[in-house]
């Protein structure tokens, strides 16, 4: 299965809150799984990326989550900001094969 | 990334036209994708290039072509458009190795009626 399902679809956080978003996955041979954050009227760009070998990677307020037992990844933006209002993607990937995307969550984070 | 422009950034055509969409990139990578966006369906992979010589085709081929006319440019076709194929489409880059960093271009909105 090549599939990354991500929830929610949609997500409304209030500033200063935990924005967390989910994936989860079936094939066992992903090695690779990025998040990628885009902007209204711009292309997606690379947030932060783990690789199964460890349970968590933190870049300032973002934190990626992995459950390899569970197939499942998460992304944990903490003190949640306006500015971080934006659709964001989780991909995989396994060996030379390309990213598989999941199907996006649209985040707004209000005041 | 204003290393990888797409032209043109909107365009509206009628059912049956020839479409083409180009990508050029200044970043020197080898790999290249065209993705389709549409709300609710994230992004979806239509063809990519490892190199000049290499096409492959993605999840969504039917309907589309790609000539990977220099390292650096990477065209995507529609040969008969349909209103269907109304979305966002974007470019990608990636230096030689899956695991690196895929670099979006500004998007194409494409509009067939």
């Known amino acids: 299965q090549q599939q990354v399902k991500q929830s929610p679809q949609s997500l409304i956080v209030q500033k200063g809150g935990i924005s967390i978003i989910n994936c989860a996955y079936e094939n066992t041979a992903f090695d690779y799984f990025p998040w990628y954050q885009q902007f209204p009227g711009k292309g997606p760009a690379l947030l932060i990326a783990?690789?199964?070998?460890?349970s968590e990677k933190k870049e300032g307020r973002f934190t990626i989550s992995f459950n390899k037992s569970a197939k499942q990844f998460s992304l944990h933006i903490m003190d949640s900001q306006p500015g971080d209002s934006a659709t964001y993607f989780c991909?995989?990937?396994?060996?030379?094969?390309?990213?598989?995307f999941g199907k996006g969550t649209r985040l707004s984070v209000i005041a | 990334d204003a290393d990888v422009t797409q032209t043109p950034r909107n365009r509206i055509t009628k059912t049956g036209k020839r479409i083409m969409l180009e990508c050029s990139q200044t970043?020197?990578?080898?790999?290249m994708y065209w993705y389709r966006q549409d709300p609710g369906l994230g992004l979806r992979l239509i063809y990519y290039s490892f190199d000049v010589k290499d096409i492959n085709k993605g999840e969504i081929s039917d309907g589309y072509s790609v000539s990977r006319q220099a390292q650096a440019k990477f065209s995507l076709s529609l040969e008969s458009a349909i209103p269907n194929q109304t979305a966002l489409y974007f470019c990608?880059?990636?230096?030689?190795?899956?695991?690196?960093?895929?670099?979006f271009g500004p998007g194409t909105r494409l509009t067939v009626l």
């Open positions: 990608a880059t990636q230096l030689g190795r899956t695991k690196d960093t895929q670099y």
């Open positions: 783990i690789r199964p070998d460890v």
């Open positions: 970043k020197g990578h080898d790999r």
């Open positions: 991909a995989a990937t396994w060996g030379n094969t390309p990213l598989v």
